[in-house]
């Protein structure tokens, strides 16, 4: 079974930085591809950036290209998210989600098995 724990959330002012980390972890872990995920209160989940594991190869959503980077570290089994320039609506519980199969829909829901349990954060105006 694959654990993934993010980190890295808080409270920031608008135009401020958080990084998050989302560290993966259990027996034999592989993924093909990892990525980000979004959910603000009382919307549905969103799609934030993905990266494919062997290549590097990177996916954004439109609400974010430009201020959101994604990137990983193989050895440490670690992905992580800079966010940049934040905005009040950047706000929301930010999930971790990995597949170890499926080297398409990068920015689909459904096409990642693993999940993390989710951090918070907050941009004040």
């Known amino acids: 079974q694959v654990q993934l724990v993010e980190s890295g959330g808080g409270l920031v002012q608008a135009g401020g930085s958080l990084r998050l980390s989302c560290a993966a972890s259990g027996r034999t872990f592989s993924s093909v591809k990892m990525g980000w995920f979004r959910q603000a209160a009382g919307k549905e989940r969103e799609f934030v950036a993905a990266?494919?594991?062997?290549?590097?190869?990177?996916y954004y959503g439109d609400s974010v290209k430009g201020r959101f980077a994604i990137s990983r570290d193989i050895a440490k089994n670690t992905v992580y998210l800079q966010m940049n320039s934040l905005k009040p609506e950047d706000t929301a519980v930010y999930y971790c989600a990995s597949d170890p199969i499926a080297a398409y829909g990068y920015s689909m829901q459904s096409s990642y098995r693993d999940w993390g349990q989710g951090t918070e954060v907050t941009v004040s105006s």
């Open positions: 990266i494919s594991c062997s290549r590097g190869t990177t």
